[in-house]
């Protein structure tokens, strides 16, 4: 019913920038908030930034002043800029909707993305 897809992972040297993206589709009524997570190997999945359809966004202390999370409403979009990367952001990244559907028009459930490989590594 709702497909999550991602893009914009790959490799990126110390110091560098990535910007990822997530745009949903499918039988979407509306969509509260839209997230990033990360896992890194032998790690539990973590949230790293969150936003509101209104904004006001929600951001993990390691990544505060670094990522920026933004969204498009109008495209159900979800983007995270990730600039001064470090060693430790490498992860898998996925994104997360809070979404309602045109069939379940008053349930709101969870959907995530396949996930994009972010590497840090010189």
């Known amino acids: 019913q709702v497909q999550l897809v991602e893009s914009g992972g790959g490799l990126v040297q110390p110091g560098g920038s990535l910007r990822l993206s997530c745009a949903a589709s499918?039988?979407?009524?509306?969509?509260?908030?839209m997230g990033w997570y990360r896992q890194a190997p032998g790690k539990q999945r973590e949230l790293v930034a969150a936003?509101?359809?209104?904004?006001?966004?929600n951001y993990a202390d390691s990544v505060k002043g670094r990522f920026t999370i933004s969204r498009d409403n109008t495209e159900n979009t979800v983007y995270l800029q990730m600039n001064s990367l470090k060693t430790e952001d490498t992860a898998v990244y996925s994104c997360n909707a809070v979404v309602a559907t045109i069939r379940s028009p008053l349930t709101f459930h969870d959907y995530w993305g396949q996930g994009t490989q972010v590497t840090v590594s010189s």
């Open positions: 499918g039988s979407i009524l509306s969509i509260k908030t």
């Open positions: 936003i509101p359809p209104g904004g006001g966004t």
